[in-house]
């Protein structure tokens, strides 16, 4: 019975399977203004939930935004002008590569200066051990005592 | 002691700054439109939609332009300062209607009261777009020569009216 009705569901999914897989055929050319669309509004961010991408967001203002997009690639706008449509009414903000100006400044360059100086830090405490490491010499006393340790070792059990 | 001073110090640099950045709402975007003239366009009314209006009608006045929806919950929060302020007849608040059906902005007025002068009906919210909103309720403040001036992003509360909002009014209206 069971082995019926499968082969049943087999048989209507394979008639009805295409039927509705058709629903979806783009043309030509907005598959272009799609991929064009989806590469502009991965480059911004979305405002109502800040860690998605604009291409990614499933808020109603993320959708009114690619369909702002998208008709502005049809009426024949260039990339940087549409970055610059949203960069007038966003900010530099939704950029997710922000453009380098004095307010970027920090912010391009910060983690390189933190590497600096987390550099330099690390050449003061080694130049400052080395110069520890050399002064430590030992006393006539000191380096017989220390020979007759490692003596001891020697003939005693070994490590 | 010398020893644990320098790691102390890095420790507070670092503390005082992880305290201001966790006090700053991160949800409050600088806007650029601030000190630029405000985005024209022209849309029909809510209540006659056979009327329209257009920000240039209002030139030479101060006013509030006040970004609301029926979907949107923080607006009932702002809703009764406005009507308040509406009272007070201070300045006139314009309402922009944000990609709501009509039917239910009517109701929603009627409800809890319409302190607007009239408002707008951005349906498909494209003037919303070109003022730059994200995030309803927003509140622009614009000045006799059309300039937005201030920009309240979230909620009117009666501290930012008292403290930051009324006091640029009066400055703008002088």
Redesign the interface.
């Given at each position: 019975m069971t082995a019926r009705l499968f082969l049943l569901f087999c048989l209507l999914s394979a008639v009805l399977g295409p039927l509705h897989a058709r629903e979806a055929a783009p043309n030509a050319e907005d598959v272009v203004v799609e991929k064009r669309m989806v590469a502009i509004s991965e480059e911004l961010r979305c405002?109502?939930c800040?860690n998605e991408s604009l291409a990614g967001s499933q808020a109603?203002?993320a959708k009114?935004?690619r369909r702002?997009i998208r008709e502005q690639i049809q009426s024949g706008r260039s990339d940087q002008e549409i970055l610059d449509f949203m960069?007038?009414?966003?900010?530099?903000?939704v950029r997710y590569r922000p453009p380098l100006k004095g307010a970027t400044l920090l912010l391009w360059f910060g983690p390189f200066l933190l590497l600096a100086a987390g550099l330099a830090g690390l050449l003061m405490f080694l130049r400052r051990r080395a110069r520890r490491v050399a002064e430590a010499t030992l006393s006539a006393e000191e380096q017989k005592k220390a020979e007759e340790l490692l003596k001891l070792g020697e003939g005693g059990n070994g490590p | 002691m010398n020893k644990f001073l320098l790691p102390l110090g890095i420790f507070i640099v670092l503390v005082a700054f992880l305290a201001i950045g966790l006090n700053l709402n991160?949800?409050e975007?600088?806007?650029?439109?601030i000190g630029k003239p405000a985005p024209a366009f022209t849309l029909p009314q809510l209540h006659q939609p056979e009327a329209t209006f257009a920000p240039k009608d209002l030139q030479g006045r101060v006013w509030l332009l006040n970004v609301w929806a029926s979907w949107c919950v923080s607006c009932r929060q702002e809703h009764p300062i406005l009507v308040d302020l509406a009272k007070r007849n201070i300045v006139p608040i314009y309402g922009l209607n944000y990609?709501d059906p009509r039917e239910d902005a009517l109701r929603w007025l009627k409800q809890f009261g319409d302190p607007y002068v009239l408002s707008i009906a951005d349906v498909?919210?494209?003037v919303?777009?070109?003022?730059?909103?994200?995030?309803v309720p927003e509140t622009y403040v614009i000045d006799k020569a059309g300039v937005i001036r201030f920009k309240q992003i979230g909620p009117v509360t009666q501290d930012v009216l008292e403290k930051t909002i009324l006091p640029l009014i009066r400055e703008l209206q002088k």
């Open positions: 405002l109502v800040q109603d203002l009114d935004l702002e960069v007038d009414r966003y900010g530099d903000f | 991160p949800r975007v600088p806007s650029p439109l990609k498909e919210g494209r919303g777009i070109d003022y730059g909103v994200y995030g």
